[in-house]
């Protein structure tokens, strides 16, 4: 087919025309499980009720009026994710590649605002994915994504994830923060320890460095706590969120301290979008039911009996999976075969996952998915080892 559209993506040829709750229906009428929910995106699965409602309600009345005036819903909003948090203030973004750009001034103007602008400097992580801006492609560090885009924007030192020896190695006079996924998504869904994560705030407390995580795909509930980070004890300056949080609606934040984004005053940031009414809307009503008594404690349940049937995979088939990572629902298959042979066998038995680094294949379905859908995906995971069954011996074959 011939397309229109810039070809950065590889994509597959396949289209979906509906969805309800953990399943896509194709436009040619299949089903899919879908325990990719676009990249952790559809916390709340496909057509929820609550955020059809909260949508179509504000779509009704109005789309967007600018931040030159109050957005009544981007304020409830804000002061629900501070009372739920570390933070004092948000901003909010179209993308979780703005949040982290955001994130990146926020950490560089509080040291100007200190009156040390010289401490620029920010020490992120190999296999760090910040997004796909200038910035970010520099904070994360991949040369694949920066090849050809001209000299990257200055300012990053990459660390070993989970070294702590390394990561204090790197820090001199400019150093003026540590950013971090709690959880590597893209890299493989490589969790930080708790001790890691502690490591680090305790080398920014020692150090006058802040500290920022970029949870735009462990946060909102992904892990069955709000953030991943409650995990650790270690708690940020600075957060990046979005994915989870408009549940499919383009909708991100970052969030500070009062200290740490003590130099973002009037005039010093802005988006013409960010947090407008509708986008607000959508994410007020998916922070309402992650916050809602018992959704997180379920999340954590349902994980963890898809984290056991996972396990019960690597037995079952230790020559296609290798191991099992993650958190809650946001999970990594470990496999031996190339991570996109066995994403496209999983499709042939119609459940979507998400390939990513160290050929790990990402689980990251719907916060809302049921037991009987995870006895479901794990069938057709099994299905999908099966396909990479070794051909029997001819004799045995033949006998
Ligand atoms: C997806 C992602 C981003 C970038 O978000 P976009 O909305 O694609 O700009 C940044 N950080 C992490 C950890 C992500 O998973």
């Known amino acids: ?185 893209e890299a493989g869904i490589r969790v930080g320890s708790n001790e890691f994560l502690r490591g680090l705030r305790a080398l920014c407390d020692r150090h006058g460095l802040l500290l920022a995580f970029d949870e735009v795909q462990s946060g909102v509930g992904r892990t069955g706590k709000f953030f991943a980070y409650e995990h650790s004890g270690a708690t940020p300056d600075v957060m990046a969120i979005a994915k989870g949080v408009g549940g499919g609606f383009p909708l991100g934040a970052f969030l500070t301290t009062k200290e740490a984004g003590k130099g973002m005053v009037v005039g010093t940031h802005g988006s013409t979008y960010g947090g407008n009414p509708l986008a607000a809307a959508v994410g007020e009503a998916v922070v309402d039911i992650v916050l809602s008594p018992g959704f997180l404690d379920a999340v954590a349940r349902t994980g963890a009996r898809l984290r056991d049937g996972l396990l019960e995979l690597q037995e079952s088939h230790p020559g296609v999976v290798a191991g099992v990572r993650g958190r809650g629902l946001m999970l990594g298959l470990e496999l031996r075969p190339p991570v996109s042979d066995f994403v496209a066998s999983a499709r042939a038995q119609r459940l979507l996952v998400i390939p990513a680094g160290d050929n790990v294949a990402r689980i990251l379905p719907p916060l809302v998915i049921g037991e009987a859908e995870v006895d479901e995906g794990l069938k057709r995971l099994a299905a999908a080892c099966a396909s990479f069954a070794p051909a029997p011996a001819l004799d045995e074959a033949a006998g």
């Open 1 to 185: 087919m011939t397309s229109s559209l810039l070809p950065t993506y590889a994509r597959a040829p396949l289209a979906f025309e509906s969805g309800e709750g953990a399943w896509l229906t194709s436009t040619d009428g299949v089903r899919y499980l879908d325990f990719g929910g676009g990249i952790a995106v559809a916390s709340l699965g496909y057509s929820h009720p609550r955020l059809v409602e909260a949508l179509t309600e504000q779509g009704r009345k109005l789309w967007h009026t600018s931040n030159l005036f109050t957005i009544p819903q981007a304020e409830r909003l804000a002061t629900r994710l501070t009372e739920t948090s570390f933070a004092d203030y948000v901003f909010f973004t179209n993308s979780g590649a703005e949040a982290l750009e955001g994130t990146i001034k926020t950490l560089r103007k509080y040291h100007s605002a200190n009156g040390r602008p010289d401490r620029f400097r920010v020490i992120a992580f190999d296999g760090a994915f910040h997004g796909r801006t200038l910035a970010t492609i520099a904070a994360g560090g991949n040369p694949k994504y920066l090849e050809g885009f001209g000299p990257p924007l200055e300012g990053f030192d990459h660390a070993e994830f989970g070294n702590l020896a390394s990561v204090e190695a790197l820090i001199g006079p400019q150093t003026g923060a540590i950013l971090v996924e709690p959880i590597q998504g």
